[in-house]
T-cell receptor
Framework: AQKITQTQPGMFVQEKEAVTLDCTYDTSDQSYGLFWYKQPSSGEMIFLIYQGSYDEQNATEGRYSLNFQKARKSANLVISASQLGDSAMYFCAMRENSGYSTLTFGKGTMLLVSP | GAGVSQTPSNKVTEKGKYVELRCDPISGHTALYWYRQSLGQGPEFLIYFQGTGAADDSGLPNDRFFAVRPEGSVSTLKIQRTERGDSAVYLC???????????????FGPGTRLTVL
């Protein structure tokens, strides 16, 4: 079974609108961490936001917020007020505490922001 | 400060040749990771170093792949007898500490694009 599932291969949004990128995960660990990374066409993976499994509040970092629903095992990324520079691939990743610190990534969602 | 750097940025080689890919982590980061990203996929874990030792090499696809980190800083990923299926972007990441609970974020380099003809 896939540990990280991103069901949206591509998403389109207009500038200044909000967009939600979906991520569901599968783990039997009680302690784990969820990460979102952005990968522009240049190729570098840029860390955006982190949510720990024991965090009671949803993580926020500027225009990024994480809609964490533990019971549903989902960790959706919400980008508010989209900008043209947000166009990129977005990857959800999980680190399980039963293993080492390695990350398991989803297949990604391509976000295109139009003027 | 300086981020993770990787050299070369692009490498084109012929089937059967040997290649070395280099990663220079963020200064002070003790953990270093190698991932491989094929076209249209997310990165897949290859190997993880804590200091000089490989703590987990379960992601290496076969014995043609090997990585070292002799002084606990720079790491080299070595691929022998390259095959066309090895073509991918090889990403390196580093993080501050081993197994830190919160959050021990991994910071990635720009990657090396390997093309095997």
């Amino acid at each position: 079974a896939q540990k990280i599932t991103q069901t949206q291969p591509g998403m389109f949004v207009q500038e200044k609108e909000a967009v939600t990128l979906d991520c569901t995960y599968d783990t039997s660990d009680q302690s784990y961490g969820l990460f979102w990374y952005k990968q522009p066409s240049s190729g570098e993976m840029i860390f955006l936001i982190y949510q720990g499994s024991y965090d009671e509040q949803n993580a926020t970092e500027g225009r990024y917020s994480l809609n964490f629903q533990k019971a549903r095992k989902s960790a959706n990324l919400v980008i508010s007020a989209s900008q043209l520079g947000d166009s990129a691939m977005y990857f959800c990743a999980m680190r399980e505490n039963s293993g080492y610190s390695t990350l398991t990534f989803g297949k990604g969602t391509m976000l295109l922001v139009s003027p | 400060g300086a981020g993770v750097s990787q050299t070369p940025s692009n490498k084109v080689t012929e089937k059967g040749k040997y290649v070395e890919l280099r990663c220079d982590p963020i200064s002070g980061h003790t953990a270093l990771y190698w991932y491989r990203q094929s076209l249209g996929q997310g990165p897949e874990f290859l190997i993880y170093f804590q200091g000089t030792g490989a703590a987990d090499d379960s992601g290496l696809p076969n014995d043609r792949f090997f990585a070292v980190r002799p002084e606990g800083s720079v790491s080299t990923l070595k691929i022998q007898r390259t095959e066309r299926g090895d073509s991918a972007v090889y990403l390196c990441a580093s993080s501050l500490t081993q197994g830190a609970q919160v959050p021990d974020t991994q910071y990635f380099g720009p990657g090396t694009r390997l093309t095997v003809l």
